[in-house]
């Protein structure tokens, strides 16, 4: 029988379909559709986690670990196009400080009870959604020079066809 290491196919693979999404269909949609998909996924998971073979939980694991991975790079790289240094150091101090707790969090909220895991995927079904919904609020940078990031209300959402965020919103003034 032959023993496949998933850290790397999982690496290549991420990977991959950031490449091949990111500058095709842009980093706003690419995230919205990666946070979708591995909430969904994740959901999947909690939900027939008793039911389902060993194999089709690992093909879902898969498909969620690759999302989650998928949206986790697109947010860096949109990150840097559209938010200044000084900005970007306060966020990411602000998110080091959220993970933390998120971190602390967690293991009380999974507690490795399997009775709770339909609540665990309603949970993460619906940050999951948070997330993709906050993603597609955000201005798409696709084919724009770094810091030509137009913060105008007219633009309108690829994804949700409702207006950005503002500069304003963006604290950005």
């Known amino acids: 029988k032959y023993h496949i ?3 790397p196919t999982f690496l290549v693979s991420h990977t ?6 990111i500058d095709r269909i842009g980093r706003v949609p690419t995230q919205v559709l990666a946070y979708c998909v591995g909430g969904i996924s994740l ?20 498909f969620a670990r690759v999302s989650e991975m998928m949206g986790s790079c697109t947010t860096w790289i949109i990150t840097a196009e559209v938010l200044s240094t000084e900005i970007r150091t306060t966020g990411h101090s602000a998110a080091n400080a959220l993970s933390r707790l998120g971190g602390f969090v967690s293991p ?15 949970i993460m079904l619906l940050v999951h959604g948070l997330t993709a919904f906050c993603a597609s609020r955000l201005p798409e940078t696709k084919g724009r020079a ?3 990031v137009d913060y105008d209300a007219d633009q309108i959402s690829p994804v949700t066809e409702l207006p950005v965020a503002s500069k304003e919103h963006l604290h950005l003034t």
Do not use: E, H
Not at 16 to 21: A, F, H, N, P, Y
Not at 115 to 121: A, C, K
């Open 43 to 62: 959901f999947l998971l909690c939900i027939f986690s008793t039911t389902w073979s060993r194999s089709s939980l690992v093909t879902v694991a898969f």
């Open 16 to 21: 991959q379909m950031v490449i091949l999404t």
């Open 108 to 122: 009380y909220v999974v507690a490795g009870n399997y009775t709770y895991l339909p609540l665990v995927g309603i």
């Open 146 to 148: 770094i810091g030509k």
């Open 5 to 7: 290491d998933p850290n």
